[in-house]
Nanobody, 122 residues
Framework: QLQASGGGLVQVGGSLRLSCAAS????????IGWFRQAPGSEREAVSC????????YYADSVKGRFTISSDNSKNTVYLQMNSLKPEDTAVYYC?????????????????WGQGTLVTVSS
């Protein structure tokens, strides 16, 4: 089970840190992805991590602003989001896939947490 949290309302330029806590399985056995979906838009990949292999991926739209990390002792993956923009407003989801490889296609992920809403006001 995946539990995403940390969303909220923030002003342009602000920061938030999202958390994805896993229960029942060790996160470093999986590839973990953060995705987001804005109203009327398709779900898109934001960032992915394979902690055991030290691999990360960032969408071009968030490079330099977002950082994905993990804490194996807490079985949690984080998404630090800085310099937030109105276009970052979306419901953010974390997901896990069994093959430990980076992929940015939502349908290739096996397990999903509930979303957490991020709203960036201008």
């Amino acid at each position: 089970q995946l539990q995403a949290s940390g969303g909220g309302l923030v002003q342009v330029g602000g920061s938030l840190r999202l958390s994805c806590a896993a229960s029942g399985f060790p996160l470093d056995d999986y590839a973990i992805g953060w995705f987001r979906q804005a109203p009327g838009s398709e779900r898109e990949a934001v960032s992915c991590i394979v902690t055991r292999d030290g691999l990360t991926y960032y969408a071009d739209s968030v490079k330099g602003r977002f950082t994905i990390s993990s804490d194996n002792s807490k079985n949690t993956v984080y998404l630090q989001m800085n310099s937030l923009k109105p276009e970052d407003t979306a419901v953010y989801y974390c997901a896990a896939r069994v093959p430990r490889s980076i992929i940015d296609i939502p349908t290739r992920y096996d397990y999903w947490g509930q979303g957490t809403l991020v709203t960036v006001s201008s």
